[in-house]
């Protein structure tokens, strides 16, 4: 898909405007519930919440968001990945009541 073709869909994000051809985009996806954005917030190590939790199985994600997690150290032994951002896509998750997994598929793959 084009990047015209998606940004007649969809609006994007400063993260998205800003992709690097070294970008290590990582969707983090499986059902509401299932612990996603607690696993996002997890790989800070620093306690604070990052992207909004729930705390039962009403759906919270409802927007993908982008997280960049911060580089702690370069690799001196691999130049190419010293550029490398990880990107961590936060997902709306599946078997939820608002959308089909069809759509939040189709919405994770644009």
Known sequence: MSRSSITKNMQLDPISEDGR???IVIPVIG???AGKS???NHLFGDG???VRVGHDLTPCTA????IIIPSVNQNPTNPNLQS???IMLDTPGFDNTLESDAEILKRIAD
Not at 63 to 66: A, F, G, S
């Open 63 to 66: 927007n993908i968001t982008p």
């Open 31 to 33: 059902a509401t519930g």
């Open 48 to 50: 604070k919440e990052h």
């Open 21 to 23: 051809d070294t970008d």
């Open 84 to 86: 490398s951002r990880i």
């Open 38 to 40: 607690t696993f996002i």
